[in-house]
């Protein structure tokens, strides 16, 4: 599991999620505008629109808000225009960072996110200098927690589904599951008819190599542009390559939840 996807599962544990929710109706909203101007209104006929809809109606967006933000899209209702941008650039240790966003205002999403690079001590860099470190897969997390089977059946039937890669991470009391982004809604459904209960399914960049980050201010350093990338209301999704070792990251999760 990539350090990102670890820090993402303790966050995921941890948050208040009642005091960011209106933040990720945000977000959601604006990824089914997008999904459905791009592709149409027919979640049926659109697979981006309906991993869309499912990722907002897990997180209990009313299905008026969902129905409202897929008519904008499709031009059904007037509202801002939004565009799609993917940013790189570097952060504290030399770590790659991705970031994909959505904006309706490119000079304004431009200026704010280049100061948040420098203000945590992290650099935003050209087009195409660190999107090559990543591939776009599918990422199934199962948490082992209340599973009615044992892990080594959950692993072999995702293997059975259609899964790229399996692991299991026992600092996280986890399996990840890796497919082909046109395999994830099959995969994850045969993982549901089996009973097994899926934390997330989502389309992710999951990095090639990872770099090591080992001195604690570093760590504390780069989770905390990481945050305030992912706290911007246009910011979609952030990918990142760095490994921090499992007993750093709780620590500095700990530390973080108590503040």
């Keep these: 599991m990539s350090g990102h996807s670890k820090w993402a599962n303790i966050k995921h544990r941890k948050a208040k999620v009642d005091a960011q929710r209106g933040k990720l109706f945000t977000k959601l909203g604006r990824e089914l505008i997008v999904a459905a101007r791009l592709g149409g209104g027919d979640p049926e006929a659109n697979p981006r629109l309906k991993l869309a809809v499912q990722r907002a109606r897990e997180a209990n967006m009313p299905m008026e808000s969902i129905q409202r933000a897929i008519q904008r899209g499709t031009g059904e209702i007037a509202g801002a225009s939004y565009e799609e941008m993917v940013y790189e650039g570097y952060g504290p240790g030399g770590v790659a960072i991705l970031l994909n966003l959505t904006t309706d205002n490119r000079n304004r999403t431009a200026a704010e996110i280049r100061h948040l690079f420098a203000r945590h001590g992290g650099s935003l860099g050209e087009s195409g200098c660190v999107a090559w470190m990543f591939a776009s897969r599918g990422l199934i997390t199962v948490e082992l927690d209340h599973q009615a089977l044992p892990a080594d059946e959950i692993m072999l039937y995702a293997i059975e589904a259609g899964a790229e890669d399996v692991n299991q991470h026992e600092e996280d009391n986890a399996i990840e599951v890796v497919t082909?982004?046109?395999?994830?809604?099959a995969v994850k459904g045969a993982l549901l008819e089996k009973g097994i209960q899926?934390?997330?399914?989502?389309?992710?960049?999951?990095?090639k190599t990872t770099v090591p980050v080992t001195e604690p201010e570093v760590a504390r350093r780069l989770l905390r542009l990481l945050d305030a990338l992912e706290d911007h209301d246009d910011?979609?999704?952030?990918?990142?390559?760095?490994d921090i070792p499992a007993g750093l990251m709780r620590e500095i999760a700990e530390g973080i939840a108590a503040s």
């Design 180 to 185: 082909r982004p046109e395999d994830l809604e």
């Design 198 to 207: 899926v934390t997330a399914a989502e389309v992710s960049m999951l990095p």
């Design 235 to 242: 910011v979609q999704a952030v990918y990142a390559n760095f």
